[in-house]
């Protein structure tokens, strides 16, 4: 179902943002139970899909209720949360673009480390807000949804509504550097003190002036010059902006050029007598100098002289008074700082001490022009300051709140390191962005029951088995506000049609008693989809679906309704759920919930979802990267067959230990035991191998 392939008088045109030209939308609702979801009800001109002819999916016809699935979890955080840019500032998440460089982590050997990456997606929603607080005064607004890294892990904001999940309790520690209380003051770097602190700073820091005299055959010339060169445009157009401000007109020329081992550097320059000393005057230190000539000074000595390497920020001069004035100006502004040994050659350094912390802070205070030497990139993650969570408090209301999906998987937000959301590709079929789409733009077909009656009608209907759930799932939460499901099975059961349902969604149990009725008269067959046993494997690649215990208390209460339930165990994850420990357990708690057989399969990662399950795999398990990519080179989307082979040899031998009937998900599908009151075995394909998320 495309967007355009839906027709009805009066829709809503503006329903969905840039969907004005499109038709089919009769309306676009939000709901506070189902916060930060926008459901897009519209009128399907078709229920049934068929398949592709050449299909490799044991069945021929599906039916998807909705598209989108609100199983999924919503990460957010406030609009005015600050984001750790590639070029070493912070900047708002609302004014970030897809596109945008930022910076993320990932493990490199025995670290986490700070690494460059890009925003792939962005959305904004409305979801009920908390207040992290940390003993070092910063503050997050997040939803309960959005997770942070902690000396323990990731966790989330606020335990499940239903369930347990890891959440953040007072005295975590979340990784990362902070930002530290709110209301320091901020300098106004317009500011005439400012300008002329940078100015004094990088002029007395690499500037030279001369004042000569040059003796000729006819007469003695006076000689007045400034020259200012550097390798780096920003600090020098800086510094040619902030002199013209002052009345000072500079011309720029080559100074150096390139070599094997030095850099092109241009320089600014004037010969003007007038120009020249007014430079003096504007670069003499004041009596007293306040906060704004201090920061600019700063900034501007370390443009000229600073550097920053694997996070640690130096300063250096040989210059007595300069190296006073660096020191005195940290000081007024609180900035921790060593003065380290002379070198040989009497050449001092003044370093920032307290790591990553205040190094930023002293970024974020003076504004440097050079973003070379602002990056972190390559630093290790090292918590220095104290960000110990002392409170966790729901703000007691929705909020605007905006995410990202990153190369990463994760961000940098008010100094933390932050998890973000998922993207998924299906929703771009429909003109969706596969982000925040996926899981908060739900696409609610409200007449499928009733298209699908007169489809089954048509003479030329053949009663072939239709699968429900091989797309998203038909019980996903969306479900209970709809009820979409009691209609279709009605349908299917008076035409005669027998059909499949694979789900996830413990909001099957409803339609029980319907079920059954409906087995009377066609043969019904019901998979409950349960890969992970393991509760912390199941909530980092899951998150928002019910827990695994719940699913298999489902199992028990379809099967004693009279159900043969089988239990797809895939995607069967090679090095995280594929050893033998770990496939017994999950094969003893799918026996005690009653289970009739079991279906297995290895990971099958499509094209919508490889990248981001490569990114989850970089951020949770970095060592198997080598291994995933080996199993799944380029654009493959299937383990090798050695793989397959391998698994299966594993599995059926503790499939029949347990008594249940293997079954494989690249078999020919055998007759299938179906659920219908004479207990014939009819064949009915199986729903295809599901998809990660």
């Known amino acids: ?96 673009q897809v596109g945008d460089e930022i910076i993320g982590t990932e493990r490199r050997g025995s670290y986490r480390r700070y690494v460059r990456t890009e925003i792939l997606a962005k959305w904004g929603t409305q979801k009920a807000a908390y207040r992290v607080t940390l003993a070092d005064g910063t503050e997050i607004i997040a939803s309960g949804d959005h997770r942070f890294l902690t000396d323990r892990g990731w966790k989330h904001v606020a335990d499940a509504e239903r369930g347990q999940r890891p959440h953040l309790t007072v005295n975590n520690r979340l990784m990362g550097f902070g930002i530290g209380a709110v209301g320091e003051a901020a300098v106004d770097l317009t500011s005439d003190a400012y300008r002329r602190g940078y100015l004094a700073g990088m002029i007395r820091g690499d500037g030279m002036i001369f004042h000569g005299v040059y003796p000729s055959a006819k007469r003695v010339r006076q000689i007045h010059m400034f020259r200012l060169a550097l390798k780096d445009a920003e600090g020098l157009s800086r510094a040619q902006l902030l002199l013209e401000l002052e009345g000072i007109t500079t011309r720029l020329r080559p100074f150096t050029a390139a070599t094997e081992t030095r850099a092109t550097m241009t320089a600014i320059h004037t010969a003007s007598r007038s120009q020249v000393e007014r430079i003096e005057e504007i670069i003499t230190v004041p009596a007293s100098p306040d906060r704004a000539w201090r920061t600019g000074f700063l900034a501007g000595i370390f443009d000229a002289e600073g550097s920053s390497s694997r996070g640690v920020l130096r300063i250096s001069n040989k210059n007595p008074e300069i190296l006073h004035l660096i020191t005195s100006s940290m000081t007024a502004l609180g900035v921790p700082h060593v003065s380290e040994p002379p070198r040989p050659n009497g050449v001092r350094a003044v370093r920032v001490a307290g790591g990553l912390p205040q190094r930023q802070r002293f970024f974020d205070l003076t504004q440097p022009a050079i973003a070379r030497k602002l990056s972190i990139e390559g630093s290790a993650v090292k918590s220095v300051s104290d960000l110990r969570v002392v409170a966790v408090e729901p703000l007691g209301h929705t909020r605007d709140l905006v995410d990202i ?49 007169k489809e089954l009608r048509k003479g030329s209907w053949q009663q072939e088995s239709v699968a429900l759930g091989t797309n998203t799932d038909p019980y996903q939460r969306a479900e209970g506000r709809y009820k979409l499901m009691p209609g279709i099975i009605r349908t299917l059961a008076e035409s005669g049609t027998p059909f499949s349902i694979l789900t996830k969604g413990t909001l099957i149990r409803r339609d029980i008693p319907l079920l059954v009725d409906a087995a009377t008269h066609v043969p019904i067959d019901i998979q409950m989809s349960i890969a992970m046993y393991d509760d912390a494997l199941q909530h980092s690649i899951e998150p928002g679906t019910p827990s695994t215990q719940a699913r298999l208390d489902t199992v028990r209460t379809l099967t004693d309704a009279g159900f043969r339930v089988g239990v797809f165990l895939m995607p069967v994850l090679p090095h995280l759920t594929d050893s033998v420990a770990a496939i017994d357990l999950a094969l003893q708690r799918i026996e005690e919930a009653g289970a009739d057989h079991v279906i297995y399969g290895a990971l099958h990662l499509r094209a919508g979802v490889k990248p981001w399950f490569m990114q989850w795999l970089q951020r949770e398990h970095p060592e198997l990267m080598s291994s995933y990519r080996g199993l799944y080179p380029g654009a493959a989307s299937e383990a090798p067959k050695p ?13 029949r230990a347990h008594g249940l009937e293997a079954r494989h998900s690249d078999d020919a599908y055998p007759s299938r035991r179906l659920t219908r009151p004479t207990a014939v075995r009819t064949t009915v394909a199986a729903p295809p191998a599901p998809t990660l998320f």
């Not at 519209?42 to 998807?64: E, Q």
């Not at 998987?409 to 933390?416: L, S, W």
């Not at 793989?643 to 499939?655: G, H, S, T």
């Open 405 to 453: 999906t990153t190369g990463t998987g994760d961000f940098i937000a008010n100094g933390v390191i932050s998890h973000n959301c998922f993207a998924r590709g299906t929703h771009e079929y429909l003109d969706l962005d596969g982000g925040g789409d996926f899981d908060s733009q739900i696409v609610v077909k409200t007449n499928v029951a009733e298209v699908l009656a």
């Open 643 to 655: 793989y397959r082979q391998w698994l299966a040899k594993r599995v059926r031998p503790l499939i």
């Open 1 to 96: 179902m495309r967007w355009q392939g839906q027709t009805i008088d009066d829709a809503d045109d503006a329903a969905l943002p840039g969907m004005e030209n499109r038709t089919g939308i009769v309306r676009s609702i939000t709901t506070p139970e189902f916060a930060g979801m926008t459901f897009h009800e519209v009128l399907a001109r078709s229920a049934l899909n068929h398949v592709p002819a050449g299909s490799r999916m044991p069945f021929s016809w599906t039916i998807n209720p909705y598209r989108g699935c609100s199983h999924a979890c919503v990460y957010c955080v406030s609009p005015d949360t600050l984001v750790l840019c590639a070029d070493g500032r912070q900047r708002r998440i609302d004014d970030l």
